[in-house]
């Protein structure tokens, strides 16, 4: 384990600058927009280890002054991705959190691009409601004038020799022979016990979710900042691409296992899931992995 983490004083290596800090301290230092990419997955406010569950109106305060400084260091072109999912009150009700804090974007003058599902098989089984089996990505621009590569994140078409049968093109490939547009439905495996890139964080970032919108949404040489960053999961996705990482947590230990994952990666012996593997398909022979 890396120990040189000592709050407040940022880890920089190559390409990134993680730091164990509050999210507001560590961006005031950050210049105006100075971000092509900000990706995140704030607490929810459910009680997890490591958050305060508060009244929803003071965690909707908080949420806007992060998300007022995340505006401020957006570059023109620039693009916020939020990665939410519901809070549950304490009598079981549910409050989808991209709802409540949409309005916020707004205020800031943010556009919506799409509003992505994130859909998973695993999780916690309901006894009183069916079982959440997806979250949400907002994801916003500053401008009318954004990166947007679709190449680079084209999945597989299901019928790539599909031809057009009539016309001027009877004959020629119907579909992008890059593959199709993955959609805003993304089917992506959460990082449970089973899972290769399975830390100590009760809930990370599948680090190829990250990675479709690192290589959509900015340019080799960017930078990308995580202000909830955790363990790391989306400096891993910016440099696995080329872009810069920049990231802060509150929590030490997750720090210090962000920090060791990118020695991983720098040493090639960090394991992540690949982008564009099949979901495990029990039905298949070996799972229709190959
Ligand atoms: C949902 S988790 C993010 C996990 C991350 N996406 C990953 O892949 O590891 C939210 C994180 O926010 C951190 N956090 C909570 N309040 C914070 C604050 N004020 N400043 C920075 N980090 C904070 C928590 O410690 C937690 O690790």
Same mark, same amino acid.
């Given at each position: 384990?890396?120990?040189?983490?000592?709050?407040?004083?940022?880890?920089?290596?190559?390409?990134?600058?993680?730091?164990?800090?509050? *999210?507001?301290?560590?961006?005031?230092?950050?210049?105006?927009?100075?971000?092509?990419?900000?990706?995140?997955?704030?607490?929810?406010?459910?009680?997890?280890?490591?958050?305060?569950?508060?009244?929803?109106?003071?965690?909707?305060?908080?949420?806007?002054?992060?998300?007022?400084?995340?505006?401020?260091? /957006?570059?023109?072109?620039?693009?916020?991705?939020?990665?939410?999912?519901?809070?549950?009150?304490?009598?079981?009700?549910?409050?989808?959190?991209?709802?409540?804090?949409?309005?916020?974007?707004?205020?800031?003058?943010?556009? /919506?691009? &799409? @509003?992505?599902?994130?859909?998973?098989?695993?999780?916690?089984?309901?006894?009183?409601?069916?079982?959440?089996?997806?979250?949400?990505?907002?994801?916003?621009?500053?401008?009318?004038?954004?990166?947007? +590569?679709?190449?680079?994140?084209?999945?597989?078409?299901?019928?790539? &020799?599909?031809?057009?049968?009539?016309?001027?093109?009877?004959?020629?490939?119907?579909? *992008?022979?890059?593959?199709?547009?993955?959609?805003?439905?993304?089917?992506?495996? +959460?990082?449970?016990?089973?899972?290769?890139?399975?830390?100590?964080?009760?809930?990370?970032?599948?680090?190829?979710?990250?990675?479709? /919108?690192?290589?959509? /949404?900015?340019?080799?040489?960017?930078?990308?900042?995580?202000?909830?960053?955790?363990?790391?999961?989306?400096?891993?996705?910016?440099?696995?691409?080329?872009?810069?990482?920049?990231?802060?947590?509150?929590?030490?230990?997750?720090?210090?296992?962000?920090?060791?994952?990118?020695?991983?990666? @720098?040493?090639?012996?960090?394991?992540? @899931?690949?982008?564009?593997?099949?979901?495990?398909?029990? &039905?298949?022979? *070996?799972?229709?992995?190959?």
């Amino acid at each position: 384990m890396i120990s040189q983490v000592s709050f407040l004083t940022p880890t920089i290596t190559a390409n990134s600058t993680i730091v164990c800090d509050d *999210n507001m301290h560590f961006m005031r230092n950050l210049p105006d927009e100075s971000m092509q990419l900000i990706v995140t997955s704030p607490p929810y406010n459910i009680g997890k280890s490591y958050e305060k569950r508060s009244e929803l109106d003071d965690y909707i305060k908080a949420q806007s002054e992060v998300i007022g400084e995340c505006v401020r260091l /957006l570059a023109p072109g620039g693009s916020i991705c939020w990665q939410i999912g519901n809070h549950i009150a304490k009598d079981g009700e549910v409050v989808p959190l991209d709802l409540v804090l949409y309005p916020i974007f707004k205020e800031h003058g943010l556009k /919506l691009r &799409n @509003r992505i599902v994130w859909h998973f098989e695993h999780g916690l089984h309901s006894k009183k409601r069916f079982s959440g089996r997806y979250e949400t990505i907002l994801w916003f621009t500053k401008s009318d004038d954004y990166v947007f +590569n679709l190449d680079p994140v084209r999945v597989p078409s299901k019928y790539p &020799n599909k031809r057009h049968f009539k016309g001027p093109k009877a004959g020629e490939l119907s579909g *992008n022979p890059l593959g199709k547009n993955p959609s805003d439905v993304w089917i992506i495996p +959460n990082v449970k016990n089973n899972h290769v890139e399975k830390t100590i964080h009760p809930c990370q970032f599948p680090v190829e979710l990250v990675e479709r /919108l690192v290589l959509a /949404l900015s340019d080799e040489g960017d930078n990308v900042l995580d202000p909830y960053l955790g363990v790391g999961s989306s400096v891993i996705a910016a440099l696995l691409h080329d872009r810069n990482g920049f990231g802060c947590d509150t929590e030490q230990s997750y720090i210090e296992v962000a920090l060791q994952r990118i020695k991983q990666l @720098r040493d090639g012996t960090l394991r992540t @899931r690949p982008m564009g593997k099949p979901v495990y398909d029990p &039905n298949l022979p *070996n799972g229709g992995h190959k």
